[in-house]
Each structure stands twice: as C-alpha cells, then as structure tokens.
C-alpha cells in the first residue's frame, strides 16, 4: 500500500523526521517499507500546444509543449489519449526514470525527440494507460517533485488492516514517535442521524455475510473533474483520477481504510437487495469484464439485476457518469472470509476486496458515508438526504484483553515499569478499565481486532517499546547435542562425501505427479499418498522416492548438452499408506564417462559396479546386492541391497525405453537407500587400524556352476567360513557363453581371488594349502559347483 508522507502530516507533524528515520522506525514495529518513491528530478510540467502526425510512423505523433521557456520543446510521443491543453510530465535530457532508463536527446524515426513525456506507471504509479494528464491548475514548468511528495510503499501483514489507511499509518506513527494527532481524526463519531431501513429501501437476505448495511441518497450533483488538490492526492498513492464522485470514495477509503461505493441512483430500479447470487448469474462489471457468479457470491441487486459483486466491484449499468445526477452512497461491513472466498474465485481483486477481506472498523462504516457525503456536497453540489439508512448493526467490538504485568516482565527479559507499559498501550488507543495486583484489564478499539490474548498485548508492548531497546542478556544456551543432531550431521557428511567425489546435489520439492510416481523404481510407488486439495496436475502425491526427481533433472541437464550425469539427493519421503512414518532417503544417479583425464582421455560410459563401488564408500563397507523379485516397467532390472542382513534399499538399471523418453546417450543406473537404518548401523566411534606388519597370500578360484544360481549365495557361503586366515574375497572374471561352443549355456564360469593373512606372523605355505582346501570343501558342499 501507498501512502503520502504530505497526506499523512495532515494527521501528524513529521517536520522532524526524516524519509530514512520513518523507514526504520516502521520497520522496526513490524510495518515493512518495500520502497521509497520520489518524484525524479528534471521531470517538469508541461503543456501540449500542438500535435501532428509523424512523417516516417503511423503510431507516432510529434508535439510541440510548453515547458516555461521562451521556445516551444518539441517531443516525439506513441500516446493516444492527450489533446491540446492538456499539462502532462516532461521529463528533460538528463532526467533518470528508475535504475535503467536516462532521457537523452535523440532521433526516433528521423525526428528529434527533446525529452520524453510520461505515464504515470513511467514515474512510480500504478497507471500505465497514456500518459499521465495532470491537473489543469498545474502551473508550467513546475518541477513534480514539488507538487507530487515522497511516498512510502509498505507491506502490511494481513493481521492489521488497521493500516491500510493514512488514518491508520498516522496512529501507528503516534504512538511509535510519542508525538499526537492533530485535531480531530476520530471518524467514528456520528453527528447525522439515522433510521432503520423498511425492506423496500434495504432487504438484506444473507444478514451473516453482511451484517451493517447503509445507504445515503444525494440528489441533483454535477459530476465533473476533481479539483487539483484532490486529483494530486490520490494520483500520487498511484490511483487514477475519474470524476469527483468516485475520487472522493477513493479518498475516504485511503484515508479511513473504509471502502465505499457511489451507484447512480437513476439506473436502480426499485430498492437495494442484499442476496446471495444466483447460480450461473452474469455480471457486467466495472473493469469491462464479465463474470460467471455462484450461489457462494454475495451481490447487491435491485429488483431487476446484480448492481455490484458486494465488496469486489459495482456493476457497469450503475457506475457514475458525467450524465450522473442522483448518487446512492453505499458504506458496509462484509464478513472477510466471504469477501475472500469470492475474490479467490473469480480471480478479481480489488482496493475494496484487499481491505475487506483483512477486515474494516465496523465502526467507521457511518463515519465513512458522513465523510465523503460532506466532500461531495462541497465538490459536486447537490442536496443529501438528512438521515442515513441502516441495516443491522455494527459488529460487536473486540472483548477486555487482561494484562500481567509482572509476567510480561518476564517475556521481555526486561524490567520495564507498569506505568511504561501502560502509557504504551495508551498510545496505541487502548483503554484501561480497572487494575488489581499488577494484573489490569484493557478495552481493544474497534479497529483492532487482532488484539485477542494477553499475549498479543505483550507483543504490542515489545514492538512499541522498540526490540532493539531491549538489552540482550545470553547469546544462547548450552545444549547437549541428541540423537537428531548426529543423526543430521550423519546426512551432511554424506552428502559433502558426495560432492567430493564429482557429484551434484540436487533439491526438489516433496510433491509430484501420479505421471511421475512409477519412475520412483527403488521404493514402494503403488501406495503413494494423494494430496486432498492439489495446488496443480504436477503436484498431487507425496513422493514415496528421490528417483523421480533425479531422472527430470537429467532429462533438463542431457537437453542441454550434458554427456556426464553425477547425481544425488537427500530429503525425506513419504512411504505409503501403509507406512505412517517418514523417512530420510538418499537417491543416487550415475551415467555416462567418467571425468577425461591424461591417464584415459576417453572413458568407458559408467556401468552398474560403478555405482556399487559409490554406495559402498558412502555406506563405508561392503554391501550385499541380490536380484529383486519385483517387476518395475521402467527398470531394467532392480537388485536389493543389505547390510548385516538388514535390507536398506535398492539399486537399479533405468529401462532402454525410459531413457531413451529422455534422450540419454548412456545407460541409467539408481539407488535408493534408507538412511535412518544405515545410520543405525554404523558406528560414531572412530576406530583406527594399524597397517598390516606380514604380508598376504593370494589364491585364486575358478569355478563352473548353474547360471540360474546367483553369485551372493557364494559369497554368503564365504562370509559364514570360521575361518581366521581368510581376510578378504574378490570377484574378478565372469564368463557365460550364450551360443554353448565354449560352455553348456546353461552353465556360467566365475573366479575369486582370495587373500589369506596371520597379523602375527608370516604364513607357511602349508598354511595355506590347509585352510584354502577347508574353504574349497565348504563351498562344493554347499553349493552345485565344480573347480576349474
């Protein structure tokens, strides 16, 4: 929202402040300025005195302007919508528009072009449709930073539509400076009378989504152009001046926060009606557009039709013309949550819509209509019904919110005196009714509504006071470091263990697309969890894996030229239905050649033992890799992988098919692994091994057996050998002949080297031959094999 610093010292005195001392002081309370909008120098008032075609471009016109010199400044323009007279902004040769753009003197299609004349979005508002046409009593060559003040863009939290106004700004500015408002700016005070509505003046018929409806009929007006001060007024916040009716609803909503809207009373046919929407209704609003409504909108109607979508936007058979002669102000009080649902819906936001779906003062709505009813006796003539018609009531206000002193004391970690706090919440309009053992009860104003606990009046007290008022006793406490600590730690050594070895991390969101779920071929994807209320088609499951994610990020990175893949990622996934709990996974993808280097310039592509040899130097000791069961469409094939026979995840070969959906030029290879059990099984102690004193033997083995019998059967026979001589074991050939010249095809051929060790002395050969035969018998005896 954009408020004038000039406008606000209608309320306030801020002579003493400066444009950087308010930005902080705001700041600091919780009201963020997003920026601080001047007026550029060299920007000038100018008058158009004469306009003729561009010779060399149909959308060009050059102008001849006044700019208070003595000779006429000529200016190349691609606007439409000025005439001779009009004063627009000039801005000279020099003058810098925003952090991109300088003005210079140039040609534009052959044409010297002295300057530029501006829109006002071109100068820091909002409208972009020509240029901007200033005041008629805007004197030539005037600078526009002198008419046109600083302006603050702040960002207000939706908890405190309170300040969406001057009003509002200038009380919260008052109580944060100490200094008070000038005059009167208490607007809830009613001086007109009122009378309630029979139903042929207001028939509301959904009292729950408008509880306060009022009406005030002001005959024979003259609409016309607003004068200068008001024009300027809401032009610099970025509004768009209209006609002097519709300004001053404008006007009094950025001054009061209270939205309100002028009907031209001769297009109504009969009386107001209050009314849900009928289902399929049309609507012709006032932004030229039309709009399906539903039985969940609320409108107000006359007998005939839909005059205004209630709270959003009037209606364009009603809006104020220049032939307008009889005005039907409306001032109300919405409930939010409906204002909110139907501007969601339609998609149709608005400066009404913004404010009443935070939340007005229900107190104001009177207020409001008596303000600009007077503006429009003053600015438009005419003659204004002397009573206001209501409907309902205004809502109830906020309930008494109690105050512990002595524990806001503690809160605070400051001893802050009960008078402070109090003069505080004084400050901030809040009344105090009665005090008793440093507990006080405190009446919250209408405008207030946020105000509901105790604990929101500590933080009132905090945010006045001034945060960085309060010192500073302890940098933090000491904690001792728990199981999740290590457990975190354990993933960032991983993955910083990863990046070392070339590869990238990468991080995704935690949602996907049913399309995307069967590329997760590590994990569980038929259970996936569906998203009740999904923000897109891409985004309705829970992932129950990282593969997913891994595979599009190839598929962006191959597009672009990369041969090389280096994947991994870490990041919780969400298992099934029938796994309540989450889980921290880790997902690693490896294809294409390795890095070149001067030892092998061209590498051979990745393969499946690659990405072995990576899970086992991240897992930090040997994995055991069996054929999975399960059939996956998108996998080639999948094999499960252990430790200490504790299934930990899965690896996999993506399928031809899939990658090549992708454009890979190398073969996929996945795994998956459950980091909450590996980080079960390893061990925090760190545990240092002396280097070998003897030396070791090696015995190699070759051995024909059926090839249906997968190799983790021998090395499971392996690891259970009580043996203290066997150190380790290696697969190193494999061979299978297909065609069965060489080899029954149904037979594989597979040799390990085995190496013996005594850490206490050197072996014998004798040894050897003893313990390697004990190893043979055992592995014939339980297994169908034969040695070679």
């Known amino acids: 929202m954009k408020v004038s610093l000039d406008w606000l010292g209608e309320h306030i005195d801020l002579t003493s402040y400066s444009p950087e001392e308010l930005d902080h002081l705001l700041t600091f309370a919780g009201i963020e300025v997003e920026s601080i909008i001047t007026m550029p120098d060299k920007v000038i008032v100018a008058e158009i005195k004469n306009i003729k075609p561009h010779d060399n471009a149909d959308k060009l016109s050059v102008c001849m302007v006044d700019d208070g010199n003595k000779d006429l400044r000529q200016i190349v323009c691609g606007a439409k919508n000025f005439k001779i007279g009009d004063k627009v902004p000039l801005a000279l040769p020099g003058a810098k528009l925003g952090k991109e753009l300088s003005i210079t003197q140039s040609k534009l299609r052959g044409t010297e ?13 909002e409208d972009d449709q020509g240029l901007w046409i200033l005041p008629t009593e805007s004197e030539i060559g005037e600078s526009l930073n002198t008419i046109y003040p600083t302006i603050f863009d702040l960002e207000i939290t939706p908890n405190r539509p309170d300040c969406l106004s001057h009003l509002g700004i200038a009380r919260e500015l008052s109580a944060l400076s100490g200094k008070n408002l000038k005059g009167n700016s208490d607007y809830a005070v009613s001086e007109t009378p009122h009378r309630i509505a029979d139903k042929s003046e207001i028939n509301n018929l959904d009292p729950k989504k408008c509880s306060f409806y009022t ?16 024009k300027t007024k809401i032009e610099s916040i970025g509004l768009r001046s209209i006609n002097n009716i519709v300004d001053i609803t404008n ?16 297009g109504l046919k009969g009386g107001i009606c209050v009314r849900p929407a009928k289902e399929g209704e049309k609507f012709a609003a006032l932004d030229d557009l039309n709009y399906d409504l539903s039985i969940d909108d609320l409108v107000i109607s006359d007998d005939m039709k839909a005059i205004a979508i209630a709270g959003i936007m009037g209606g364009a058979n009603t809006g104020i013309t220049e032939k307008s002669q009889d005005v039907l102000l409306e001032s109300a009080y919405f409930i939010p949550s409906s204002i909110r649902k139907s501007s969601r819906r339609l998609g ?24 600009a009813t007077k503006l429009i006796l003053e600015l438009a003539g005419g003659r204004a019904e002397k009573e206001i018609v209501v409907f309902g009531e205004a809502a109830e206000v906020p309930p008494n919110v109690p105050l512990d002193a002595e524990k806001c004391r503690e809160l605070l970690g400051h001893h802050l005196k009960n008078q402070e706090m109090f003069a505080i919440l004084e400050k901030l309009k809040l009344k105090k009714i009665n005090e008793k053992d440093n507990i006080s009860e405190w009446e919250i104003p209408s405008f207030r509504s946020d105000l509901t606990r105790p604990a929101d009046l500590h933080e009132e007290i905090a945010r006045a006071y001034g945060i960085d008022n309060i010192p500073s006793r302890q940098a933090g406490w000491f904690s001792k470091s728990s199981e999740a600590d290590h457990f975190f730690d354990f993933i960032e050594a991983k993955a910083n263990e990863l990046s070392s070895i070339g590869f990238y991390e990468a991080r995704t969101i935690k949602l996907t697309s049913e399309l995307k779920i069967v590329d997760c071929v590590c994990t569980d994807n038929c259970n996936a969890i569906a998203i009740k209320n999904p923000l897109s088609d891409d985004l309705t499951h829970m992932r129950p894996g990282l593969i997913a994610s891994l595979l599009d990020i190839s598929e962006r990175n191959l597009h672009q030229g990369a041969e090389r893949l280096r994947f991994f990622e870490t990041g919780t996934v969400f298992p099934g239905k029938e796994i309540t709990e989450e889980a921290q996974h880790l997902a690693i993808l490896v294809s294409g050649p390795d890095q070149n280097s001067w030892l092998d310039p061209s590498p051979e592509p990745a393969g499946f033992f690659t990405l072995k040899g990576v899970l086992e130097r991240i897992i930090n000791r040997p994995i055991e890799l069996s054929l999975a069961d399960q059939k996956e469409a998108n996998a080639a094939f999948i ?39 590996v980080f079960e099984e390893s061990s925090r102690q760190i545990i240092y091994q002396d280097l070998p004193k003897y030396p070791a033997v090696r015995r190699d083995i070759a051995m024909e057996l059926p090839y249906s019998l997968p190799n983790i059967e021998i090395e499971k026979v392996l690891r259970e050998i009580d043996s203290n001589l066997l150190e380790s074991f290696k697969l190193f050939d494999l061979f299978y002949d297909e065609t069965g010249n060489q080899m029954n095809e149904n037979k594989k051929s597979i040799a390990y080297s085995l190496t013996y060790r005594n850490h206490e002395r050197t072996l014998k050969s004798a040894e050897v031959d003893t313990e390697h035969e004990k190893v043979l018998s055992k592995l014939k005896t339980k297994l169908p094999i034969e040695f070679r």
């Open 348 to 371: 149709l936001s608005s400066d009404s819509s913004y404010r009443f779906e935070r939340g007005v003062d229900p107190s104001q709505v009177i207020g409001a209509s008596e303000l």
């Open 251 to 266: 006007f009094v909503m950025m001054e009061m926060g209270q939205p309100l809207h002028a009907f031209d009373s001769n």
């Open 639 to 677: 094999a499960n992988i252990t430790i200490n026979n504790k299934a930990i995840g899965c690896a996999a070969q993506i399928a031809p098919s899939r990658a090549r959906q992708i454009d890979a030029r190398h073969p996929i290879f996945v795994a998956e692994i459950n980091l909450n059990l």
């Open 215 to 230: 009406t005030r009929l002001i005959k024979n007006v003259k609409v016309s152009k607003s004068p200068c001060w008001l």
């Open 113 to 125: 072009s002295h300057g530029m004349l501006c829109s006002q979005k071109e100068l820091g508002g």
